[in-house]
């Protein structure tokens, strides 16, 4: 009697091939994501009287950028330690992705 196709696959071994095919590409997607390269733009603001960190950093963020995070990393780069007394005449780097030209 002759075994149904179900039980002659053998399916330890399909399972082995489909982890190895699963963790190549998750190895091969990381190698692409770090070998792309983002470009940064540099823009240089001075704080007037009544700026915060969040309206000033808004002026320069895209609607891609989650301002939340920018302005965490503004705060950071420019060595900001209480963000809700910035003083007038210091001179913010605010450092966002390029955006695509059209």
Known sequence: MRKSLLARIRWTRIGCILCGLVAAGVVGFGY???TTTTQLVEYRKTVEAGDTLWGIVGQVAT???????LTWQVAQDNKIADPGNLQPGVELVIRVKKAREL
């Open 32 to 34: 692409y994501r770090d």
């Open 63 to 69: 609607n891609r950028e989650d301002m939340s995070r």
